[in-house]
């Protein structure tokens, strides 16, 4: 029983750590996938060929270690390169690999990292002059393959012939029977193919160089871009495959002591001895990267990496003092340095940067308070404020996958760190390792790590613009570090070790070791205990207050309703009946309208002290169990808003009602006072006079009883869901505006149609909107004194959902403040004017309540709020 307990938990550890990593739309493509196509091709060796129906090489080696833990079965496709990129264009293929990635491939293409890192070189016979440049070819043939990515590199230059051969093979047949001239291909995959076949006339020449953005320097997994989830599992798998086993192949493949040679040219070389010393600029306070110690030296990773290129070079990099990173990026603008150690590749920065490729990947994470659930998205996070330290790279990025994100820069990580303990930001970004230390060297107790973004941080070195040589120079030693001192230097600085990688076999002697002791006895009360504390925690982050009832006795709470209720503990809660939590008035409201429902309503809550507050209840039932969970949101605030917002709604209804009496009740007095002075004159007026004046009184009172209907059915209005007409409602909006608008000369230019458009809505509520709206219109425009005021309505019909829009001509909303308008209590007017609640009400009546969308954006002439209503919600 034992040894079948340990076997299965063996098992299930080792599907948890392969696949701890996928997100649940990867896991279902997993399923559902019974295999996946993938290509390869007859000869391209040792990346790719095959023999004897079997596929071989590297890339395969690589395929089958990465994928094994996945679920996802392997089925090859064997064909040439040329007959592989058709069947990958016609869907018959799910991936292709051993493939550059070009500018042309890119726009249909979706390319995983790079896999293998590779120094194109150029191939000519052994008595030839060494090739330097592309120049160097001008009228002569070099030979190429259709589909391979040497074709888009050689197009550019026409004075060069192209020689179309089959593979990489008869490419070097001709080169080695003179009737080509020279080719180009991966140092590597040269070397085997020379020695191996004995092509004794052919040698290496120089490294290609990079030509805008034709990169030929890594190879790379790639799928149709409709197709792009396999590539975000085969990077996360890569991801967490171990750096013994990746180092295990490049020996097979490549040799013991394989590490890419640094081959410098003539021009390279000169410059080395030229210079002799380089200004570098690194981030001053970025550990455990990089950073300045007390005596201003270079410490961190970043600077092991330059004490092996100054090994390897011959190259002193000298460290160039700065207080910040952005005075560093400033430094480089002015030339005062001529490149910075790490360094996020962006197309802003392309202007005064050459970079190299990305030597250092790191996971993006959040600090945050204690007492924060775990961030499983950052999508979640919403407008929440986070820091960023200025200039860093990686805020392009994050604004691009989390528009939503509202960045607060700061000057380096002890400042945002700061804004998080004060609770002046929501939490602070940057890589796992250099949080984890700062939490731990600055002994930072009240902040943790409380998610991973989905993105990671490639870093690169920068070389000035103006020091092209130098940037391929520092290329070249990044190529020459292998993995194993890649780990070495890691392995030095990051305190925390953020292990992908698994190592199965300690995993097995671990669990061999104690499950002999303990399985039996301790396992499944550990798991309860870890369910257990996991929702305690859960339920204790939440703002609501949850209460579980069995029996409708309390057995459970968490410390939202210690507080919302006013006990003590949750100890004191305890035992505590269900009707103690409730009014008498909302009592028989909650047992006959949702006792067999999970509804939410609103009712009055009760707490300890017998006080009562407005919430929204609502209720599950475990009925199997006789078990209540209840939940309770206090929205005392919401009323007092609600109460505050009605008010001022009735002043300006007041204002509105004045403005259209004040004509009426003028041509009243005219007839009246008319009447009397000509009894006063003693001027006997004729019958047909005084029943003309009495008819325009009787008319005009006729028109003031009709106005108080018009407001008393706006005021009184059931606030119910139901059908109703648009063009009804808003006639009945401009009735009750428009007197306003004219006593102050403002333009109503209504462009809304007189048709028929029906559409379900709760009655009342989108009026309290438009004209809430129009009457911030209103007072923009005498705020700001426009000569010749105007307010503009139109409507437009959408496939599902209608768009209103208000536009006046009042010079439009500063952009500092016009993200803040909805906000409870923002105003810009005097606190005798407004409350800074309408927009905010507002706001929360079109989203919440009528389901849609209100937004506003600033316009040539003015503001122009956006209302988006669908015709039905439920």
Same mark, same amino acid.
């Given at each position: 029983?034992?040894?079948?307990?340990?076997?299965?938990?063996?098992?299930?550890?080792?599907?948890?750590?392969?696949?701890?990593?996928?997100?649940?739309?990867?896991? =279902?493509?997993?399923?559902?996938?019974?295999?996946?196509?993938? @290509?390869?091709?007859?000869? #391209?060796?040792p990346y790719d060929f095959n023999r004897n129906g079997r596929a071989l090489g590297y890339s395969i080696d690589l395929l089958n270690l990465i994928l094994k833990d996945t679920g996802l079965k392997i089925k090859y496709s064997t064909k040439s390169w040329d007959e592989l990129l058709k069947d990958l264009d016609n869907e018959k293929l799910d991936l292709i690999h051993t493939i550059y990635k070009t500018k042309e491939r890119k726009k249909y293409m979706s390319f995983s990292l790079g896999y293998s890192k590779v120094i194109q070189s150029y191939i000519i016979r052994e008595n030839e002059k060494e090739i330097d440049s592309v120049k160097d070819l001008f009228g002569k043939k070099v030979g190429v393959s259709e589909g391979w990515g040497e074709v888009d590199f050689f197009k550019k230059?026409?004075?060069?012939?192209?020689?179309?051969?089959? /593979?990489?093979?008869?490419?070097?047949?001709?080169?080695?029977?003179?009737?080509?001239?020279?080719?180009?291909?991966? =140092?590597?995959?040269?070397? #085997?193919?020379?020695?191996?076949?004995?092509?004794?006339?052919?040698?290496?020449?120089?490294?290609?160089?990079?030509?805008?953005?034709?990169?030929?320097?890594?190879?790379?997994?790639?799928?149709?871009?409709?197709?792009?989830?396999?590539?975000?599992?085969?990077?996360?798998?890569?991801?967490? =495959?171990?750096?013994?086993?990746?180092?295990?192949?490049?020996?097979?493949?490549?040799?013991?002591?394989?590490?890419?040679?640094?081959?410098?040219?003539? +021009?390279?070389?000169? #410059?080395?001895?030229?210079?002799?010393?380089?200004?570098?600029?690194?981030?001053?306070?970025?550990?455990?990267?990089?950073?300045?110690?007390?005596?201003?030296?270079?410490?961190?990773?970043?600077?092991?990496?330059?004490?092996?290129?100054?090994?390897?070079?011959?190259?002193?990099?000298?460290?160039?003092?700065?207080?910040?990173?952005?005075?560093?990026?400033?430094?480089?603008?002015?030339?005062?340095?001529?490149?910075?150690?790490?360094?996020?590749?962006?197309?802003?920065?392309?202007?005064?940067?050459?970079?190299?490729?990305?030597?250092?990947?790191?996971?993006?994470?959040?600090?945050?308070?204690?007492?924060?659930?775990?961030?499983?998205?950052?999508?979640?996070?919403?407008?929440?404020?986070?820091?960023?330290?200025?200039?860093?790279?990686?805020?392009?990025?994050?604004?691009?996958?989390?528009?939503? %994100? /509202?960045?607060?820069?700061?000057?380096?990580?002890?400042?945002?760190?700061?804004?998080?303990?004060?609770?002046?930001?929501?939490?602070?970004?940057?890589?796992?390792?250099?949080?984890?230390?700062?939490?731990?060297?600055?002994?930072?107790?009240?902040?943790?790590?409380?998610?991973?973004?989905?993105?990671?941080?490639? $870093?690169?070195?920068?070389?000035?613009?103006?020091?092209?040589?130098?940037?391929?120079?520092?290329?070249?030693?990044?190529?020459?570090?292998?993995?194993?001192?890649?780990?070495?230097?890691?392995?030095?600085?990051?305190?925390?070790?953020?292990?992908?990688?698994?190592?199965?076999?300690?995993?097995?002697?671990?669990? %061999?070791?104690?499950?002999?002791?303990?399985?039996?006895? $301790?396992?499944?009360?550990?798991?309860?205990?870890?369910?257990?504390?996991?929702?305690?925690?859960?339920?204790?982050?939440?703002?609501?207050?949850?209460?579980?009832? +069995?029996?409708?006795? $309390?057995?459970?709470?968490?410390?939202?309703?210690?507080?919302?209720?006013?006990?003590?503990?949750?100890?004191?809660?305890?035992?505590?009946?269900?009707?103690?939590?409730?009014?008498?008035?909302?009592?028989?409201?909650?047992?006959?309208?949702?006792?067999?429902?999970?509804?939410?309503?609103?009712?009055?809550?009760?707490?300890?002290?017998?006080?009562?507050?407005?919430?929204?209840?609502?209720?599950?039932?475990?009925?199997?169990?006789?078990?209540?969970?209840?939940?309770?949101?206090?929205?005392?605030?919401?009323?007092?808003?609600? @109460?505050?917002?009605?008010?001022?709604?009735?002043?300006?209804?007041?204002?509105?009602?004045?403005?259209?009496?004040?004509?009426?009740?003028?041509?009243?007095?005219?007839?009246?006072?008319?009447?009397?002075?000509?009894?006063?004159?003693?001027? +006997?007026?004729?019958?047909?006079?005084?029943?003309?004046?009495?008819?325009?009184?009787?008319?005009?009172?006729?028109?003031?009883?009709?106005?108080?209907?018009?407001?008393?059915?706006?005021?009184?209005?059931?606030? +119910?869901?139901?059908?109703?007409?648009?063009?009804?409602?808003?006639?009945?909006?401009?009735?009750?505006?428009?007197?306003?608008?004219?006593?102050?000369?403002?333009?109503?230019?209504?462009?809304?149609?007189?048709?028929?458009?029906?559409?379900?809505?709760?009655?009342?509520?989108?009026?309290?909107?438009?004209?809430?709206?129009?009457?911030?219109?209103?007072?923009?425009?005498?705020?700001?004194?426009?000569?010749?005021?105007?307010?503009?309505?139109?409507?437009?019909?959408?496939?599902?959902?209608?768009?209103?829009?208000?536009?006046?001509?009042?010079?439009?909303?500063?952009?500092?403040?016009?993200?803040?308008?909805?906000?409870?209590?923002?105003?810009?007017?005097?606190?005798?004017?407004?409350?800074?609640?309408?927009?905010?009400?507002?706001?929360?009546?079109?989203?919440?309540?009528?389901?849609?969308?209100?937004?506003?954006?600033?316009?040539?002439?003015?503001?122009?709020?956006?209302?988006?209503?669908?015709?039905?919600?439920?």
């Open positions: 029983m034992i040894k079948l307990l340990f076997i299965l938990l063996v098992l299930f550890l080792n599907f948890l750590y392969a696949n701890h990593k996928f997100t649940e739309k990867e896991l =279902t493509y997993i399923k559902n996938k019974k295999y996946i196509t993938i @290509s390869n091709e007859f000869d #391209y060796e230059y026409p004075q060069i012939e192209l020689v179309y051969l089959k /593979n990489f093979e008869e490419k070097l047949n001709a080169l080695s029977l003179g009737k080509i001239d020279a080719i180009i291909n991966s =140092t590597n995959v040269a070397n #085997y193919y020379i020695k191996k076949y004995g092509y004794i006339n052919l040698k290496i020449s120089n490294p290609v160089k990079k030509v805008e953005e034709v990169k030929l320097d890594d190879h790379h997994f790639a799928t149709l871009n409709k197709n792009k989830i396999l590539i975000s599992i085969i990077d996360k798998a890569y991801d967490n =495959t171990s750096i013994e086993e990746i180092e295990k192949l490049n020996k097979k493949w490549f040799g013991v002591n394989y590490t890419p040679s640094i081959m410098f040219n003539d +021009k390279q070389r000169s #410059y080395i001895n030229t210079k002799r010393s380089v200004n570098l600029c690194i981030d001053p306070d970025w550990l455990p990267y990089e950073s300045l110690d007390k005596k201003g030296n270079h410490i961190g990773l970043s600077a092991d990496y330059f004490k092996l290129f100054s090994q390897k070079s011959g190259l002193i990099f000298d460290i160039v003092k700065t207080n910040s990173w952005s005075q560093s990026i400033e430094y480089i603008k002015n030339k005062k340095c001529d490149m910075v150690s790490l360094i996020t590749h962006t197309k802003e920065r392309e202007k005064f940067f050459n970079f190299t490729s990305s030597y250092l990947k790191i996971p993006i994470v959040i600090a945050t308070k204690l007492d924060i659930s775990f961030i499983d998205d950052f999508n979640n996070l919403k407008n929440r404020k986070i820091a960023l330290v200025k200039d860093y790279g990686i805020a392009k990025n994050l604004k691009e996958k989390y528009p939503h %994100l /509202n960045i607060v820069y700061v000057d380096n990580i002890s400042k945002g760190l700061n804004l998080v303990e004060k609770g002046e930001v929501f939490g602070y970004v940057d890589s796992f390792s250099t949080i984890s230390y700062a939490l731990q060297s600055e002994q930072r107790i009240k902040l943790k790590i409380a998610g991973e973004a989905d993105i990671y941080w490639n $870093l690169s070195a920068g070389v000035r613009k103006d020091e092209p040589i130098l940037a391929n120079i520092i290329q070249k030693l990044i190529d020459s570090i292998s993995q194993e001192q890649k780990q070495k230097i890691f392995n030095n600085w990051i305190v925390i070790k953020y292990e992908k990688g698994i190592n199965y076999s300690l995993i097995w002697k671990i669990i %061999l070791f104690f499950s002999i002791i303990f399985l039996l006895f $301790l396992y499944k009360q550990h798991l309860m205990r870890k369910s257990i504390n996991e929702f305690s925690q859960l339920i204790d982050s939440t703002m609501e207050a949850i209460l579980i009832f +069995k029996d409708n006795k $309390l057995i459970n709470s968490n410390e939202s309703a210690v507080k919302i209720f006013s006990f003590l503990n949750k100890k004191q809660m305890k035992g505590v009946l269900f009707e103690e939590f409730v009014s008498k008035e909302s009592k028989d409201l909650i047992y006959k309208e949702i006792s067999n429902s999970e509804e939410t309503v609103e009712v009055l809550a009760k707490r300890k002290d017998s006080t009562t507050f407005h919430a929204l209840f609502k209720k599950f039932t475990l009925k199997d169990k006789n078990i209540n969970v209840i939940s309770f949101i206090d929205i005392t605030h919401i009323k007092q808003l609600e @109460s505050q917002t009605k008010q001022a709604q009735m002043g300006e209804m007041i204002e509105n009602i004045a403005h259209q009496w004040r004509q009426p009740l003028s041509t009243i007095s005219t007839v009246s006072s008319g009447i009397s002075l000509n009894i006063d004159l003693g001027v +006997k007026p004729s019958y047909e006079s005084i029943s003309e004046d009495m008819n325009r009184i009787v008319s005009t009172t006729k028109y003031l009883s009709n106005t108080i209907e018009t407001f008393r059915n706006f005021l009184k209005e059931k606030k +119910k869901k139901k059908e109703v007409n648009l063009q009804d409602r808003l006639k009945l909006v401009i009735s009750i505006v428009s007197d306003s608008l004219k006593s102050r000369h403002i333009l109503l230019k209504n462009n809304i149609k007189d048709e028929t458009f029906i559409f379900t809505t709760i009655v009342g509520e989108l009026d309290q909107v438009l004209i809430n709206i129009i009457n911030n219109a209103k007072d923009a425009l005498k705020e700001n004194d426009i000569k010749e005021p105007w307010i503009e309505l139109n409507l437009v019909k959408n496939k599902e959902n209608f768009l209103i829009t208000i536009e006046d001509n009042a010079k439009g909303i500063p952009e500092k403040i016009i993200d803040k308008i909805f906000d409870p209590y923002f105003t810009t007017k005097h606190k005798s004017q407004g409350t800074g609640l309408g927009l905010h009400m507002s706001y929360k009546i079109v989203t919440e309540s009528l389901r849609g969308e209100l937004y506003v954006r600033n316009t040539d002439s003015g503001a122009k709020f956006f209302i988006e209503i669908p015709y039905t919600f439920d």
